[in-house]
């Protein structure tokens, strides 16, 4: 089975502070995603990458950066953490190529600006 | 453009009743659809897909979902649910991009609140 992991699951952090959110996968997927999850608002895309150091904006980069040095894992950087971010976040990764293949989610992070 | 819509945010049934989710998407290419369901402080997880072939899909937990092209739907359905199912259920669409590869567009979810 896939699995996608998310260094953690609750995340307390202070407004004003760099934050870091990390996710590994360990299929060799090509494709990581990076969403925010909100009431009422769904699934919105912040950033995905198809390939090593490669990275393209989703729906709602602002406020975001990612990294991805090593195929397996994908960061996602609040540069200055505001009391909007406040959110869950889910990390996901595909294949790139496959029209049946799904994404597959890790467990989310459930993240608290103050 | 794609773009996936669910009808109904919240959904109440009684245990043991009927539920259909409703989805509907736009699309002006072949369509690969999916169905994930979402626990309460979990991840997503994937219920059923379709590709193509057989219109009705079944999938995990007794859920199944009907392909209808003329009306671009592809509603879940389950014939009799339980406690247990109550979830946020989510409708996707897949794309495939030349540079990128695939991608992936939700709908904004339903909730399924299973009544005892």
């Known amino acids: 089975d896939v699995k996608v992991t998310q260094s953690s699951r609750y995340l307390v952090k202070r407004t004003g502070e760099k934050v870091f959110l990390e996710c590994v996968q360990d299929m060799d997927h090509e494709n990581m995603f990076w969403y925010r999850q909100d009431p009422g608002l769904g699934l919105r895309l912040i950033y995905f990458?198809?390939?090593?150091?490669?990275?393209e904006k989703g729906d709602i980069p602002e406020g975001y950066s990612v990294s991805r040095e090593k195929k397996e894992r994908f960061s996602l950087i609040l540069e200055s953490a505001s009391t909007n971010q406040t959110s869950m976040y889910l990390c996901?990764?595909?294949?790139?190529?496959?029209?049946?293949?799904?994404?597959?989610f890790g467990d989310g992070t459930r993240l608290s600006i103050l | 453009a794609q773009s996936v819509t669910q009808l109904d945010s919240q959904v109440p049934v009684f245990e043991e009743a009927p539920v259909e989710l409703r989805c509907n998407y736009s699309s002006s290419v072949s369509v690969y659809l999916f169905w994930y369901v979402q626990y309460p402080n979990q991840g997503l997880q994937l219920l059923l897909k379709?590709?193509?072939?057989?219109?009705l899909v079944k999938g995990i937990n007794g859920f199944e979902a009907e392909f209808n092209k003329s009306q671009t739907s592809f509603h879940l359905r389950k014939p009799s649910v339980h406690i247990s199912d109550t979830a946020e259920y989510f409708c996707a669409v897949r794309r495939h991009f030349s540079n990128t590869g695939n991608q992936f567009y939700f709908g904004t979810g339903t909730s399924l609140t299973v009544i005892p």
């Open positions: 379709y590709l193509s072939g057989s219109t």
């Open positions: 996901a990764s595909s294949p790139r190529q496959g029209a049946g293949q799904p994404q597959h």
């Open positions: 990458s198809y390939d090593v150091k490669m990275k």
